[in-house]
Nanobody, 117 residues
């Protein structure tokens, strides 16, 4: 089955941490650059972070640089997003996907992150 399944979201206080996970199936995962995106209510979906197929290169939106870390494990077909120092403006549904539409996967169901005290 070709799919991406995100998990790890939840309610977190400002300044706290979360680790999101994304499990990929149905594709040759190690071939593709991957990315995390997010969409807040009333906003367009935006790119948060991306990682090359080998994991050797990463890029971040300016709004999360220095706070979030993207990583991947090609043996497990997994992508992760470590979120530290979260802020209320990080509240959104987070999705993983092949960067720029790479790979066979459509959008998953996402995982909700809510930052609130």
């Amino acid at each position: 089955q070709v799919q991406l399944v995100e998990s790890g979201g939840g309610l977190v206080q400002p300044g706290g941490s979360l680790r999101l996970s994304c499990a990929a199936s149905g594709g040759i995962f190690s071939m593709y650059p991957m990315a995390w995106y997010r969409q807040a209510p009333g906003n367009q979906r935006e790119l948060v972070a991306s990682i090359s197929n080998s994991g050797g290169s990463t890029n971040y939106a300016s709004s999360v640089k220095g706070r979030f870390t993207i990583s991947r494990d090609n043996r497990k077909n997994m992508v992760y997003l470590q979120m530290n120092g979260v802020k209320p403006e990080d509240t959104a549904v987070y999705y993983c996907k092949g960067q720029g539409g790479a790979g066979p996967w459509g959008w998953g169901q996402g995982t909700q992150v809510t930052v609130s005290s």
